[in-house]
């Protein structure tokens, strides 16, 4: 049997059951292959939800050891967690706990910023754009300036401020008169950084799905916004959430 073959084997074997091993595959009779498969699963699901801890720690803290442990074991169980890879399986856990009728709001928003916090941390380094790259440009030239998101760049739920409070302070106030809507999370540098986002920066931050002139960004905005639109820009400037595309 060929290697490749027998490795999709055991990893079907793994997640669907020993019926998926073929008989040839090993000696020593079915009895001692189902002994070993049972303790390499076992050592797979661990690792599994070792993975989970160490990816949601303030979530498993927020919900507690013992629930977070149950809703774990089901998660990792499901057909989507043990199709991704270690590095990837917390990719869906927080809409696996949105499904889940007793996991709170604060919980699932928390989840999904731990995420985007991982996802920022790990993404490609580039230069971002600053303010001062832009002290010599006319406004015609500002406005055509095409720009794009930093790859590290990501939007997470406003609910999951509370919980965060502790590690930056004043984002749970987050400015009822600045409009927080989001939290946005960036790495212009070495660290991860964290600001409250206005709705005019969420709008925008949306728009950059695809690289976008500085006047579309500004015009973004509902016209009764006033100044917001060109606001937002400046601060996602500020916070190192664009780049000039490749």
């Given at each position: 049997m060929r290697l490749e073959t027998l490795q999709r084997a055991m990893i079907d074997a793994i997640d669907m059951g020993p019926d998926h091993v073929p008989d040839a595959a090993f000696a020593g009779g079915r009895q001692r292959v189902l002994r070993g498969l049972a303790v390499h699963a076992n050592t797979i699901s661990h690792a599994?939800?070792?993975?989970?801890?160490?990816?949601?720690?303030?979530?498993r803290t927020l919900i507690g050891e013992q629930a977070f442990n149950r809703l774990?074991?089901?998660f990792v169980e499901t057909a989507a967690a043990k199709s991704r890879p270690l590095s990837l399986i917390g990719s869906g856990f927080g809409a696996f706990l949105n499904d889940q009728r007793e996991t709170s709001t604060d919980a699932i928003a928390l989840a999904a910023f731990e995420w985007a916090w991982l996802e920022s941390y790990h993404a490609a380094e580039r230069d971002a754009l600053a303010l001062s790259d832009f002290a010599d440009a006319d406004e015609q030239a500002l406005l055509n300036t095409i720009v794009a998101l930093h790859p590290a760049a990501r939007i997470a739920p406003i609910e999951a401020a509370a919980a965060l409070e502790n590690e930056v302070p004043g984002l749970a106030e987050a400015d009822a008169d600045a409009g927080a809507e989001a939290i946005l999370l960036t790495r212009p540098q070495a660290d991860v950084l964290i600001a409250p986002a206005s709705t005019a920066m969420v709008r925008q931050f949306a728009l950059l799905g695809a690289p976008q002139p500085f006047c579309n960004l500004l015009g973004s905005v509902d016209e009764q916004a006033g100044a917001q639109g060109l606001q937002a820009s400046i601060a996602m400037l500020k916070a190192g959430a664009l780049v000039l595309p490749r």
């Open positions: 599994r939800l070792v993975a989970l801890e160490e990816t949601f720690p303030r979530t774990s074991r089901a």
